[in-house]
């Protein structure tokens, strides 16, 4: 029965990898393209998270409905926070020090302040569909895997769609790649920065939804997901979403199948020592230049 | 100021230090402060890499618990050399054995020095950014390894049993806490000299531009691995007594966050330039917490240790040093 | 004579450089002698910083190679090619914000003549050294300040000090006179020849070609990465090859 083993490893991994496109998708826009190193990316995630829970709980709505109907706030608290990154950081130049503790203690103030308002207790969604599962031959899909999974590839391909097809998008990837062609194209490279930079926290509210359709979520959740999203970012080469998918759908794997023959307890050290060789050996990503 | 007379000046600073805490005779006071101290230790440490250099370490926690789980790895072997030695060493490991703290502590920090070494040899040739994220995810890696790694209990934890007496101190935890003052001392002295010689007019070109440190002749990898190795061996160094303070181990509390949190946001709000931000912030900070930790809870004082963090990198990017030079300049100026 | 004496100080051999599919520098060759005074131009992404960064380490050439003095120093990483003798500006001035003008010279006094075999300056001959090169650029009445408080121009003679700081041979002048006034221009330029005057060998790349004619012995033409032309200025302002590069037809 290892072959059926490994069969199921590998698709439980896929599906799990199409979740973490959705977790990467924000770090992949802000890091990748605008060069905005938002570790809090994680923390709005399980904010999405708690906010499906705490709709859920009241009024029974689908997490992915939810979620949806707050887009809007988490696009807004995406514009709010790039306007006092750029003022107080962005703009004045090279001070990558403060930045990066700017985000970390945005971090570290939501997990606190989920801790304080939920408690450090396991929370969970209801949903009809999360006991059941699809069975094809010895092959099996649990829905609550299946249905965040889909949802967030449909989404991940809204997003390439935007990114290559709009005007704005357009600009986003200018803004990343060629400067110079950006001023040509008469934009406000700043205004882009900041739609761009608000997107990437509006997919928050998705996957946060989704993460929580998955498994149950505590306030510290969002830690371990920073290496994890780090390095399918950078293992799928700095602002490219197709690498993304790619490397979300190979780290998912490589995890599966590491926690189905060695224990779950060893997965976490998978995507981080993955990161930390990526690093070491090539900054530029499995699928960079 | 020459460094003797420094050193001769923080030395009397802690003995009195240690003689008030004596005569108010609260083991309560010991416990508290042992808290702050650790915590200037770190921010220190911290602020040699990160502050002097400008390379942001997310990792002080994961440094903290190196130095932890040296000890409690001694520990272990120390309670079971029967059954891990040849028998013909049995007898003279029990005459070493349970290695004294002070071996313990440069052990702890020559360990998490050649891991800091190691990390900053992989990662510091990249941009600063990336640097930082491997170091966060240094701390994850780690903590997997110690949760799977039974010999030093693993995920359940380890119970540190040792004699609550100590010869000429008295409580175990007076003992811990004047270790915990010459490891103030020695990072204070080390942050001061860095920051006064050679060594530190380099770091200060890496943090400022390290295309033209290069071009003036900075040999910039070294001098980051040196602050990489330095801050690292500090950290752990740190850790190394808790075991004993605390008297139970388990990764959680090795690799607690607020480590991470705490060794950033004081050098932050205290003032990054010089060796003097960290101890205002630690001090600040600590003391804050302790007293907000008994009279609220400690998820509170976490969380305003947050607010104040972001409070300060948005308002006062040179922390409260900062703050007090420019009064103090606009002062003579008018 | 032997060799070593008629040797060039800098030796480029077929110098190559590539960023993904665009070649950036294609095959330079080019032997600049002890003492000359050399203008290297070329229109906006000729390759002239790309060949500055692979002369001076900030980056690895591909094929080629570069001798300075006698020596191979490709390969070699930025600050070993600093102490080897030869030092840069940079076209948007780098000075290490957090420190005064005086403190900025400093570094590569401390960090390059200092790190040479048989050389170590007490702190008073640092002081000393440091005022004197002040004096050359006229910044001495600066020494004090901090670099956010200087102009565009006091900033470009910062950056040429702190490179003269370094006792070089050989000096890379990249863009030092890019948006300044016609009369910083001049100054800028009779610094230079000071500079050289005390034996430094200089490579001015620059835009202004009023700077350049003043300034060239000898003038190198750079196009899309490849040498077009390499002589006296004013034979070199008479090839039609340049002329036709810098007007498009």
């Known amino acids: 029965m290892e072959f059926d083993l490994l069969i199921n490893a590998i698709i439980a991994g896929l599906m799990l990898g199409g979740f973490y496109a959705a977790v990467t998708a924000g770090i992949s826009i802000s890091f990748g393209m605008l060069d905005i190193v938002n570790i809090a990316h994680p923390g709005f995630i399980i904010l999405g998270s708690y906010i499906a829970y705490i709709v859920n709980a009241h009024f029974g709505v689908d997490p992915i409905v939810i979620a949806i109907v707050a887009l809007p706030a ?52 209801d949903v009809p569909y999360i006991g059941g599962s699809v069975s094809i031959g010895a092959m099996e899909f649990p829905v609550r895997m299946l249905v965040p999974c889909l949802v967030s590839l449909a989404m991940f391909g809204g997003l390439q769609l935007f990114m290559s097809r709009t005007f704005i998008g357009r600009a986003v990837m200018a803004v990343s790649q060629d400067p110079p062609a950006l001023q040509l194209m008469a934009v406000d490279p700043i205004r882009i920065k900041r739609i761009a930079f608000s997107i990437s926290i509006a997919t928050a509210s998705m996957a ?52 189905t023959f060695y224990g779950p307890s060893w997965s976490p050290a998978v995507s981080f020592g993955l990161l930390l060789l990526t690093l070491a050996v090539r900054p530029s990503g499995l699928f960079g230049r | ?58 990792g002080s926690a994961g440094f903290f618990a190196i130095g932890v789980y040296t000890t409690v790895f001694f520990y272990a072997v120390g309670q079971r050399i029967d059954e891990i030695v040849p028998e013909f060493l049995v007898a003279p490991m029990q005459l070493i054995f349970p290695l004294p703290l002070p071996v313990l502590i440069v052990t702890a920090g020559a360990v998490a020095g050649f891991v800091g070494l190691g990390m900053g040899y992989l990662t510091l040739r990249l941009r600063g950014v990336f640097f930082a994220i491997a170091t966060l995810a240094f701390t994850v890696v780690l903590e997997t390894f110690i949760v799977n790694w039974s010999f030093v209990g693993g995920s359940r934890g380890a119970y540190i049993i040792v004699p609550n007496e100590v010869p000429v101190f008295g409580h175990l935890i007076q003992f811990l806490f004047a270790l915990m003052l010459v490891l103030v001392i020695v990072a204070l002295t080390t942050s001061r000299l860095i920051e006064r010689s050679k060594l530190g007019v380099g770091f200060a070109t890496i943090r400022d531009d390290e295309l033209a440190a290069e071009a003036s002749g900075v040999p910039t990898l070294r001098l980051k691995l040196v602050a990489t190795v330095v801050s690292g061996a500090l950290m752990g160094m740190a850790g190394a007594p808790f075991p004993y303070y605390i008297g139970y181990v388990e990764p959680g509390s090795a690799f607690n966050l607020s480590y991470a949190v705490n060794s950033i946001a ?10 003097v931000g960290p101890l205002v912030g630690a001090l ?23 607010l104040l963090l972001i409070f300060f990198v948005i308002i006062a990017p040179r922390g409260i040093v900062g703050l007090i030079q420019d009064r103090w300049r606009g002062r003579s100026k008018s | ?10 030796h480029i051999d077929q110098l190559g450089k590539r960023f993904g599919g665009f070649v950036a520098l294609d095959g330079v060759d080019l032997s600049v002698p002890k003492g000359q005074r050399l203008g290297l131009i070329g229109p906006n992404g000729s390759g002239k910083s790309t060949l500055v960064n692979c002369i001076c380490g900030t980056l690895q050439n591909e094929t080629g190679s570069v001798t300075f003095d006698g020596q191979r120093i490709d390969g070699m990483v930025a600050h070993q090619r600093t102490r080897h003798g030869l030092a840069r500006s940079f076209q948007l001035p780098r000075p290490f914000r957090s420190m005064t003008v005086a403190q900025n010279i400093r570094v590569p006094l401390l960090y390059t003549v200092n790190a040479r075999a048989g050389s170590h300056l007490s702190h008073s001959e640092l002081d000393d050294r440091c005022m004197e090169l002040l004096k050359l650029v006229t910044l001495d009445a600066k020494a004090g300040k901090y670099t956010t408080d200087l102009t565009q121009v006091e ?28 009369s910083e221009v001049e100054d800028i330029v009779a610094l230079l020849i000071r500079m050289n005057e ?24 750079l196009v899309s990465g490849k040498k077009i032309a390499d002589g006296n200025p004013d034979d070199v302002m008479k090839n039609t090859e340049v002329v036709g590069a810098y007007l498009g037809t």
């Not at chain 2, 600040?284 to 947050?306: E, H, P």
């Open chain 2, 266 to 275: 004081m050098p932050m709000i205290g003032g990054t330039t010089s060796w």
């Open chain 2, 1 to 58: 100021m020459r460094t003797p007379a420094f050193i001769l000046i923080l030395t009397v600073v802690a003995a009195a230090l240690y003689v008030a805490f004596d005569m108010v005779g609260s083991d309560y006071l010991f416990f508290a402060g042992y808290t702050v101290l650790q915590y200037i230790v770190l921010a220190t440490a911290w602020n040699i890499l990160g502050g002097y250099c400008g390379y942001v370490n997310f």
């Open chain 1, 208 to 259: 946060g939804a989704f993460l929580i359709i998955i498994q149950p979520v505590i306030p510290s959740a969002g830690r371990e997901y920073i290496g994890r999203v780090f390095a399918i970012c950078v293992l799928g080469g700095l602002g490219s979403l197709p690498g993304t998918l790619i490397a979300a759908l190979m780290i998912g794997v490589i995890e599966s199948i590491t926690s």
């Open chain 2, 284 to 306: 600040l900070l600590g003391t804050l917490q302790q007293v907000a930790t008994v009279t609220i809870s400690s998820a509170v004082n976490l969380l305003i240790v947050g």
């Open chain 3, 198 to 221: 005390r034996g430094v060998t200089i490579i001015m790349i620059e835009h202004i070609m009023r700077a350049v004619m003043t300034f060239s012995q000898r003038v190198v033409v």
């Open chain 3, 1 to 10: 004579m032997s060799d070593t004496m008629t040797a060039p100080l800098l």
């Open chain 1, 74 to 125: 988490f696009y807004a608290l995406g514009s709010l926070i790039y306007q006092v990154y750029y003022q107080s950081f962005e703009k004045h130049g090279q001070d990558s020090l403060r930045g990066l503790a700017f985000f970390f203690g945005l971090l570290f103030v939501t997990e606190v302040s989920l801790n304080l308002i939920f408690g450090v207790d396991y929370r969970s969604v």
């Open chain 3, 155 to 182: 900033m470009r003679k910062l950056e040429l000090a702190r490179a003269m700081a370094a006792e070089p041979k050989l000096l890379i002048a990249d863009e030092s006179m890019a948006g300044l006034s016609h």
